[in-house]
């Protein structure tokens, strides 16, 4: 049996880059290495105010006083480049006190702080008052540990034990190898024993530079038994750059996470842990906090009956019942997947996302819709795993109907969203449709893009000055955005964030259309003056045309890049104006027009000129009509945005004839 056991277990792990002829670090506590207290720079990345020297972690199964326990031994050295990572000296942690075979404990503490002074290394020991180990409150006790005598150019150097009972956590904690500080040596190392079978997850974008598997023998309490050593190492991992358009940091990290599958454990404990797709469905329904809410809907009857009675068609139905939640029970900006209690959630007229959208699957049951639940995950939790049913990684649900064939997803949190339309939170990826019969992934990819159409109509006198009318137009995701931030703030205060994100403009009148109707574009118009878009240089006049609307940057700034961008949804902004010269002037230089196409229909940007007697027109179009981008469009989609900064940072010149 231990033999068939060890076999799973080394079946289960991830196989990735063995390492071959790769000469790690001798690092020993305690003993400081001359060249690390020296450096000035870190010679991988001259930018970077700290690097982790070494970054250890072993992970053991042990038993005390009959409670299965996950040590955790932890050793890491930090050498401080500069003022600016100072903070890395003062290591906080959490630690769970929920009582009984549930409390976490940290032991074995120790450091020191080495510094290079007069020539001659001095080392710091780290004293027990620099330790902070606070009173619990609640289920949480904080801990503090501040090394001695951090500056710039100092090493630090710490060591520590955690203790945590399978009551706490049933998994090791999460080992990540890259975080916003470059790794010289990330290495992990855990020993499971036979009788616990872990599901070895890795995820991120960077290769291992080696991953070692070695059968061991242990004990594990009183008993002794075989094990599986397993060792993951990664040299020089590059900071992670919290670039534009990412999601979750953890999503694009390179990480490690193991989950129990099962435990055999002969006479002690023999369970299985593990959940597929399946398994996970039914335990949802089954759910009192799910599907058990589901099946008591009567107490919307009334609320039915009224829709019913004014809405003939299910379209209408369908808006009609999103709209009154959305209207009637205000989301308190919590997720979930479960509720406690539908109707009091109705009668107190608040609840989080999982109260309110398993309130609308309800209510659409009561008006006669076969509506289900989509479990998901966030875009700020992170992504789910389609091939392991983890519910740990869902932390949101939204109503799901069939339409027409098609798939119609529906959310009765937030306002102002047309049918179909999800939060751009629950945009990520897929989710999971918990139905009796036809439980399946769900795209959640959005239906909309953000679309924003600005339009200015202006007179440009001899002085430069810019008068007229400048509109704009937002539907998709963008009137969604607008219409919400319209609410939020009022007209007046709305009115006041234009002016102060328009410096240079006058408003001398503003109208708005269209402000609380989720099927209509919203509409801002401006009677304006400008006074900041035309330079006079004698007889010359210098125009940039795209007043406010220029893209200034371009906020794909690193050379390269190994992970996708995302928009969340595919966008369109168009930019047309037409300009009344001055009498007596004429244009003697004018922008080339350009239309740029990224590859395979991805996206488009043109941008146009043209004169007819004293009026200038200019259309610009931007077009990104993919939501997310993979790694491999980066460099066309960076070439793409630096040419629109470019055009749209060009002038027009103007000469009085």
């Not at 759910?287 to 009567?298: A, E, I, M």
């Not at 009137?479 to 102060?500: D, T």
């Not at 007889?539 to 371009?554: A, C, I």
């Not at 945005?641 to 000469?655: A, C, R, S």
Request: net charge neutral; charged share 25%.
């Amino acid at each position: 049996m231990k033999t068939n056991l060890l076999t799973l277990l080394l079946l289960c792990c991830v196989y990735l880059l063995h390492g071959q002829g790769i000469v790690e670090p001798k690092i020993k506590f305690g003993e400081f290495n001359l060249s690390e207290v020296e450096m000035k720079t870190y010679d991988k990345d001259s930018t970077a105010d700290a690097v982790v020297l070494y970054d250890y972690g072993q992970t053991l199964f042990d038993v005390r006083s009959g409670v299965i326990n996950i040590r955790f031994i932890y050793h890491g050295r930090i050498k401080i480049l500069k003022k600016s990572a100072l903070d890395l000296g003062t290591i906080s942690m959490r630690l769970v006190k929920g009582g009984y075979e549930r409390d976490q404990f940290i032991t074995d503490i120790k450091g020191f702080t080495y510094n290079m002074e007069n020539g001659e290394v001095k080392k710091e020991k780290l004293s027990k008052e620099s330790i902070f180990i606070e009173k619990a409150v609640g289920e949480v006790q904080n801990v503090k540990i501040t090394m001695p005598n951090v500056k710039e150019g100092s090493v630090i150097e710490y060591t520590y034990t955690i203790d945590t009972p399978f009551g706490v956590s049933l998994n090791p904690s999460t080992w990540t190898f890259q975080g916003v500080h470059p790794v010289k040596w990330s290495i992990y190392e855990i020993t499971i024993p036979e009788y616990f079978i872990y599901r070895t997850l890795m995820s991120g974008y960077l290769n291992l530079t080696a991953n070692e598997n070695k059968p061991v023998n242990m004990t594990l309490g009183s008993h002794a038994t075989s094990g599986l050593l397993q060792r993951f190492v990664m040299k020089d991992a590059p900071a992670f750059r919290n670039e534009a358009y990412i999601t979750n940091i953890g999503d694009y990290v390179s990480k490690i996470d193991f989950e129990l599958a099962s435990v055999m454990w002969p006479n002690v404990l023999m369970k299985d842990f593990s959940l597929d797709y399946a398994a996970l469905n039914k335990t949802l329904l089954e759910s009192s906090l799910l599907g058990g809410q589901l099946k008591r809907t009567g107490f919307l009857d009334d609320i039915a009956k009224e829709i019913k009675s004014k809405h003939t068609d299910s379209t209408a139905r369908l808006q009609a019942a999103c709209e009154y939640l959305q209207k009637n029970v205000k989301w308190n900006g919590n997720y979930s997947i479960y509720s406690n209690s539908l109707k009091k959630v109705l009668d107190s007229r608040k609840g989080d996302a999982g109260d309110i959208n398993l309130l609308l699957v309800a209510l659409l049951r009561e008006l006669g819709f076969d509506a289900n639940p989509v479990i998901l995950s966030t875009r700020g939790h992170g992504k789910i795993h389609e091939q392991y049913a983890l519910l740990k990684r869902f932390n949101c649900v939204v109503a799901h109907i069939e339409q027409n064939g098609k798939d119609l997803l529906l959310d009765a949190t937030e306002e102002f969203l047309k049918l179909g339309m999800l939060p751009v939170d629950c945009l990520n990826g897929k989710g999971w449709l918990v139905h009796q019969d036809k439980a399946r992934f769900i795209s959640l990819n959005p239906i909309e893009k953000d679309f924003g159409f600005k339009k200015a109509n202006l007179i440009i006198d001899e002085e430069g000055e810019l008068k007229g009318v400048f509109s704009k137009a937002y539907a998709g995701y963008g009137g969604w955005r607008e219409k919400k931030e319209f609410k939020e703030k009022g007209s007046e205060k709305y009115l006041e964030e234009a002016r102060k994100e328009n410096a240079s403009w006058v408003i001398e009148k503003a109208d708005y259309l269209n402000t609380d109707d989720s099927g209509a574009p919203m509409e801002s118009q401006y009677q304006v003056s400008m006074n900041d878009y035309v330079t006079k240089a004698g007889n010359m006049l210098y125009l940039k045309p795209m007043l406010s609307e220029g893209t200034k940057e371009n906020l794909l700034k690193a050379k390269e890049r190994v992970y996708p961008i995302d928009f969340a949804f595919p966008i369109e902004e168009t930019f047309m104006a037409t300009f009344e010269l001055p009498k007596g002037y004429s244009i003697v230089e004018l922008p080339k027009n350009i239309a740029l196409n990224l590859p395979e229909n991805g996206g488009r940007f043109t941008y146009a000129s043209a004169v007819n007697d004293n009026k200038l027109t200019l259309t610009s179009r931007i077009q990104l009509r993919k939501a997310v981008y993979y790694a491999e469009e980066y460099p066309f989609l960076q070439e793409f945005f630096d040419k629109i900064v470019e055009k749209h940072n060009e002038q027009i010149v103007l000469k009085k004839n």
